[in-house]
């Protein structure tokens, strides 16, 4: 008599061998981010956008560069270009509750003065 074949739900064993043939979560590549890293980029670019359009609109001939070098990780900084700093936040830890507390509409006025 041949050997009977296991039915299909049987040969899958048990959860722990299961366990042991599942793929194993690959390493991050370099370029690859978490989504709560790309929340938190999120954060940063919302407000110097908003920065740099307000100011545009309210001070004629102003020209507002964001990020002209690499950025600096957990700082908003928002200056004149080889001048006067007008905010500095630096090394803010998560959730970057500084920057949030920010009323951004008068930070805008204020440096459109």
Known sequence: MAPRTPAPWLALGT?????????RERPRKEHEHSAGELGCRRQFKIRAVKVKEDLESFVPGVSVVINPEKPRRGCLEIREEGGEVFISLLNMPRPFTAMKKLDMDEVIKDIAK
């Open 15 to 23: 959860r722990q061998e299961r366990k042991e043939h599942e793929p």
